[in-house]
């Protein structure tokens, strides 16, 4: 079994929100291209059923996925923060708990590189 560069539990997934699919293009462009995510995922037209400013809401979004490490993960929301329409992005993130060695070795050196 070979090293790895990263422990499971630096990687991370980010999970954002985007109003179409023009602004979830851009967003995962500059995160991939500023080394803040090693790969961005784009799921078209899921539907947000959620409660903003006291009334229950549904709209149509685009799902974005990104993959990670937690050292990045400030940068990476500030940089969601400042090309987002929406006033509260989604930005969560949830750590990986497992993934192949050859995987998390390249996550690491593909945003590691940016250091």
């Known amino acids: 079994m070979r090293p790895m560069d990263v422990e499971p539990e ?16 851009r967003l995962a ?10 790969c961005v995922q784009i ?6 059923v959620y409660r903003w400013q006291g009334k229950v809401e ?3 979004e685009v ?16 940089e969601v923060r400042a090309l987002h329409s929406y006033d ?5 993130a949830v750590p990986l708990l497992r993934g192949s060695v050859p995987y998390l070795e390249w996550l690491s050196a ?3 590189d940016a250091e």
């Open 10 to 25: 630096e990687a991370i997934v980010v999970f954002l929100t985007a109003t179409d699919r023009t602004e979830a293009s």
């Open 29 to 38: 462009e500059v995160l991939v291209e500023k080394r803040l995510a090693a």
């Open 43 to 48: 799921v078209s037209d899921i539907e947000s």
């Open 58 to 60: 549904r709209q149509r």
């Open 63 to 78: 799902l974005v996925i990104a993959k990670t490490l937690s050292l990045r993960f400030a940068a990476l929301e500030r």
């Open 88 to 92: 509260t992005p989604e930005i969560v």
């Open 110 to 112: 593909s945003i590691r």
